[in-house]
């Protein structure tokens, strides 16, 4: 079946430092990747999306490039700052129209 | 223009009652998702409506859980004779069309806790 596996946390981090979160995935057919971001307090929020290979989502800083031959989504951003602290979730999406999760992996990024 | 609305945003009940949390779509979306957040199992898919089609219900991790959506906004999902491992967060999002390339907009959560 459809699966999610990201980078188990959490993840600490200096201002500034370079963040890779690592996200594979299992689908059967073609799925549309996603990063999606949960901050303290509020609810969760897209982050970026990829709907084909090859394609490069990118969003305030954060890229995650759809790699199909190695069935990866990894979220990078080269320097994170402060108010990047969240739990990040990767997401895959296929024909049946429900997401797929990974667990979350939490981010706290330290002045 | 609102976002995803849920109601309540806690809600403490007793083992064994009955719980209905609701959900109010993003205006003209049509589609309309429940996912369920348990600490250290990530996020569920629940149930799925997209128009006037019937649901897809394969996520619903037992005949307890239950969900309606009337006149194609309001959702209610529930959940009867809880149990402790009910307590999660109960997230509900909303798309405009369902389609896959959609982007699915996340409410606030409903937190459950069954004492």
């Known amino acids: 079946g459809d699966s999610v596996t990201q980078m188990e946390g959490p993840v600490t981090l200096s201002e500034e430092a370079c963040l890779t979160i690592n996200c594979t995935y299992t689908a059967t057919g073609y799925p549309s990747l996603f990063w999606y971001v949960q901050y303290p307090g509020e609810g969760l929020q897209l982050l970026l999306k990829?709907?084909?290979?090859?394609d490069k989502g990118s969003n305030k800083g954060f890229e995650a490039t759809y790699r199909k031959e190695t069935t990866s989504f990894h979220l990078e951003k080269g320097s994170v700052q402060v108010s990047d602290s969240a739990v990040y979730f990767c997401a895959l999406l296929t024909g049946a129209n429900n997401l797929f999760f990974g667990t979350g992996t939490r981010l706290t990024v330290i002045p | 223009g609102a976002g995803v609305s849920q109601s309540p945003s806690n809600k403490v009940t007793e083992k064994g009652k009955d719980v209905e949390l609701r959900c109010d779509p993003i205006s003209g979306h049509t589609a309309l998702y429940w996912y369920r957040q348990s600490l250290g199992q990530g996020l569920e898919f629940l149930i799925y409506f997209q128009g006037n089609s019937a649901p897809d219900k394969s996520g619903l991790p037992s005949d307890r859980f239950s969900a309606e959506r009337t006149g194609g906004s309001v959702s209610t999902l529930t959940i009867q004779r809880t149990q402790q491992e009910d307590s999660a967060v109960y997230l509900c999002?909303?798309?405009?069309?369902?389609?896959?390339?959609?982007?699915?907009?996340f409410g606030p959560g409903t937190r459950l806790t069954v004492l």
């Open positions: 999002a909303s798309s405009s069309s369902g389609r896959g390339t959609d982007t699915q907009y």
């Open positions: 990829a709907t084909k290979a090859d």
